[in-house]
């Protein structure tokens, strides 16, 4: 049971560049989580999702897209990378959500670590 | 809107020193509430939680006291080791399973 795994680890783009961060999560939970986590500053959420087929926006979302076509898979990309999206990225699970718990923890990948410059 | 403030870090702490990191909350109802923490190059793990008021969150010597009336679930430990050098995240959870976190206190103890 691997948890949530990211892929890459670290990367440098060029403004302009495109990437996909890639998560996946073996836990068969439904809903799945992006953060990027700026120095100094807590976690802003990008997108969720409560399921396959389905996404919203968090808090942050302009400039970045995201897809779940499977339980498994969260995949957020970045289709014209700017200087503001140097961050580091979190994608996280979790089998229900939150409030409606009370107590359900949410389930963090290591992170991608991403300069645009 | 709903919101997490914690103190400002850094915190650096000697050896079993004692550790305390507030944390106060605006919310509406009476949610739970967490603490994470994220030690270096790592992503952030659940450190403990309470879900009701006056419930007492502990895990690894830290404990956390929901306080409903202070709205606070201020984080402590007796004696902190180096191996507790890390960044603590008080965090709320909200409708659809988003977390609201707060912005981090960096805890750096030395030996």
């Known amino acids: 049971n691997a948890g949530v795994t990211q892929t890459p680890k670290f990367r440098i783009l060029k403004i302009g560049q495109s990437m996909t961060l890639q998560c996946t999560q073996d836990?068969?939970?439904?809903?799945m989580y992006w953060y990027r986590q700026d120095p100094g500053m807590g976690l802003k959420l990008i997108y969720y999702?409560?399921?396959?087929?389905?996404?919203d926006k968090g808090e942050v979302p302009n400039g970045y897209n995201v897809s779940r076509s499977t339980t498994e898979d969260f995949p957020l990309r970045l289709e014209l990378a700017a200087p503001s999206q140097t961050s580091v990225y979190f994608c996280?699970?979790?089998?229900?959500?939150?409030?409606?718990?009370?107590?359900?923890?949410?389930?963090f990948g290591p992170g991608t670590r991403l300069l645009v410059l | 809107g709903d919101s997490v403030t914690q103190m400002e870090g850094p915190v650096t702490l000697s050896e079993e020193a004692f550790l305390t990191i507030n944390c106060t909350y605006t919310?509406?109802?009476?949610?739970?509430l967490f603490w994470y923490v994220q030690y270096p190059g790592e992503g952030l793990q659940l450190l403990l939680k309470?879900?009701?008021?006056?419930d007492k969150g502990s895990n690894k010597g830290f404990e956390a006291t929901y306080r409903k009336e202070t709205t606070s679930f201020h984080l402590e430990k007796g004696s902190v080791q180096v191996s507790d050098s890390a960044v603590y995240f008080c965090?709320?959870?909200?409708?659809?399973?988003?977390?609201?976190f707060g912005q981090g206190t960096t805890l750096q103890v030395k030996p």
């Open positions: 309470a879900t009701k008021a006056d």
């Open positions: 999702s409560v399921g396959a087929g389905i996404t």
């Open positions: 996280a699970s979790s089998l229900v959500p939150l409030r409606d718990s009370k107590g359900e923890t949410q389930y």
């Open positions: 836990m068969n939970h439904n809903y």
């Open positions: 919310a509406t109802g009476y949610p739970s």
């Open positions: 965090a709320l959870p909200r409708e659809g399973g988003k977390l609201i």
